[in-house]
């Protein structure tokens, strides 16, 4: 959560996917620079699921998958005895982060009000990644018509 962490996708050479960018400062510049997003997604997950999703989670130093206790919970006690919790993943520090989440996203909202669309987070994986593809194809879509037409 610095001022530039980021990550990047590439979507299938069709454009480009980013995670916890831009942030209001960053996308005032992005707009002078004549620089828009097609769409902007916004997962709306209420704070509490926030909170237990991210305190809940555990690494395996060895393998390097990432658990979760309530969740996807180890295979077996061995697995489980090894798990350890990043230090940032406690409750305090996730409130935190939710605090500057929604200093940011509120102007972030007002710059993009034309391209946001809210997703329901606090489904299953499947559903949200369905609803996002769909969303993701839709404006793709449309842009190829544009450029088309």
């Given at each position: 959560y610095?001022?530039?962490a980021?990550?990047?996708t590439r ?27 097609d769409?902007?997604?916004?997962l709306?997950?209420p ?13 395996d ?5 990432i658990?979760?206790?309530k ?11 090894r798990?350890t919790?990043r ?5 305090e ?9 929604y ?15 809210k ?15 769909k ?5 793709l ?9």
């Amino acid at each position: 959560y610095g001022e530039g962490a980021s990550s990047a996708t590439r979507c299938s050479g069709k454009g480009l996917a980013l995670d916890g960018y831009p942030r209001s400062s960053q996308a005032m510049a992005l707009e002078t620079l004549g620089i828009r997003p097609d769409i902007f997604i916004l997962l709306d997950v209420p704070d509490e699921l926030l909170v237990e999703r991210v305190v809940g989670r555990r690494l395996d130093p060895e393998t390097g998958k990432i658990y979760h206790l309530k969740y996807s919970p180890p295979e077996n006690e061995e697995i489980a005895s090894r798990l350890t919790q990043r230090f940032d993943d406690t409750e305090e520090k996730v409130k935190l982060r939710l605090q500057t989440h929604y200093q940011n996203i509120e102007s972030l909202v007002s710059i993009y009000e034309d391209v946001i669309v809210k997703v329901k987070g606090d489904t299953t994986v499947e559903d949200v990644f369905g609803e996002i593809d769909k969303l993701l194809t839709s404006s793709l879509d449309k842009k190829t018509e544009m450029v088309a037409s």
